[in-house]
């Protein structure tokens, strides 16, 4: 497959439904195991180097209803950053728009749960942080060249 090229079925319906299984299959595993399987990402760039995954405990905006979502993540200094990719899809994930309403969520690294407060960074915080990220995961260079928006950049900052 060429990277540079977006596959056609990556906004589709049927995608969204497996990442959001495969998504709860992570989490059940990751838990389980106290993190020891599903702590790193082994998929696409990750498959020769694993990046650190973590779990995203937030609140539905909606339903108001918990949610928990597998993401890569990487450390600054002491806030957490994470990616709203969405594998380059052209829509913000579901747990992007809920932490921008309700921005208090719980995050899990292993058998470690820290109570986090999500800000989206700012331009000028995004492009000092976009290095390290692609550094940690070549792919969400491709991802941000398929998606039809700006891939926020998420500091999760401990409360």
Known sequence: MDPN?????LNSPFVNKVMKYAGKAHVWVYR???GKIGANWRIGAGLKKPVPTLLLEHTGRKSGKTFVSPLVFIQDGQDVIVVASKGGSDTHPQWYRNLVA???AYIEIGTDRRAVRAETASPEEKARLWPKLVEAYADFDTYQSWA???IPVI???PR
């Open 5 to 9: 090229k977006k596959p056609a079925q």
């Open 32 to 34: 389980k195991s106290g």
């Open 102 to 104: 309700t921005p208090d």
């Open 148 to 150: 039809d928006r700006d």
């Open 155 to 157: 500091v999760l900052k």
